[in-house]
């Protein structure tokens, strides 16, 4: 069973398309985060929602927003694409209370191309 | 603000020898995380590093933690070419958010 499951896993769209990325997680969970990795693999957190409750929101563009309709979901929808935006992004959760002893669970990431 | 600096971020080493990477960050955390990533991968976590002087060891990689030098080293033993990947520390900031290295990138060559 995929603990931190993405899709898509690949995405390849035009400037200025509206897209999104769907996270879920299984693990109980009550924390979960989008991480976007650049071309030199630099990864950087871009939200974080609590029992879904927005935490962390880092400096972000706002055509970037996170939606978290349950625990266990935490979506990520891209306004007007641009060729900047193109990247790996990736879900990830933690339980609060168990985040020293375990840290971080990973999905596999979606690979998103703007031509 | 926390950076977190590896070194070095690329290294290419032959089967059996031994080699350490180092990762230093810049304000007081006492929570250290180590992952590893292979390409078009995930990452995946191997080390949870919560006090000074902690270290711990899986198969041939041995992660310690050094909070009042504020360095983290993750050293390979006797390398083999399955642990070519790239490895990433990590530095608990608080409020729930991970401060990334920038990655090593580590090939073993037979």
């Known amino acids: 069973d995929t603990a931190v499951s993405q899709t898509p896993k690949y995405l390849v769209t035009q400037m200025g398309n509206d897209k999104s990325i769907k996270c879920e997680q299984n693990l109980g969970h009550d924390t979960m985060y989008w991480y976007k990795q650049d071309s030199k693999k630099f990864l950087k957190i871009m939200f974080s929602?609590?029992?879904?409750?927005?935490?962390i929101n880092e400096t972000v563009p706002n055509r970037f927003s996170p939606k978290s309709p349950d625990k266990a979901h935490l979506n990520l929808h891209i306004n007007s694409l641009e060729l900047g935006d193109s990247a790996v992004y990736f879900c990830a959760s933690s339980q609060e209370r168990l985040r020293q002893l375990e840290g971080a669970f990973f999905g596999q990431g979606t690979r998103l191309t703007v031509v | 603000e926390l950076k977190v600096e590896q070194n070095p971020l690329f290294l290419s080493m032959q089967e059996g020898k031994n080699y350490t990477i180092y990762c230093n960050y810049s304000t007081t955390s006492d929570r250290l995380y180590w992952y590893r990533q292979d390409p078009g991968k995930s990452l995946e976590s191997l080390f949870v590093?919560?006090?000074?002087?902690a270290v711990k060891q899986e198969g041939r990689l041995m992660a310690s933690l050094d909070t009042k030098a504020r360095l983290s080293t993750l050293h390979i033993t006797a390398a083999v070419h399955d642990l070519s990947a790239t490895y990433f520390c990590?530095?608990?900031?608080?409020?729930?958010?991970?401060?990334f290295g920038q990655g090593t990138r580590l090939t073993i060559n037979p």
């Open positions: 590093l919560l006090s000074n002087g």
């Open positions: 929602y609590n029992n879904k409750e927005l935490i």
């Open positions: 990590a530095v608990d900031r608080g409020a729930q958010k991970l401060v």
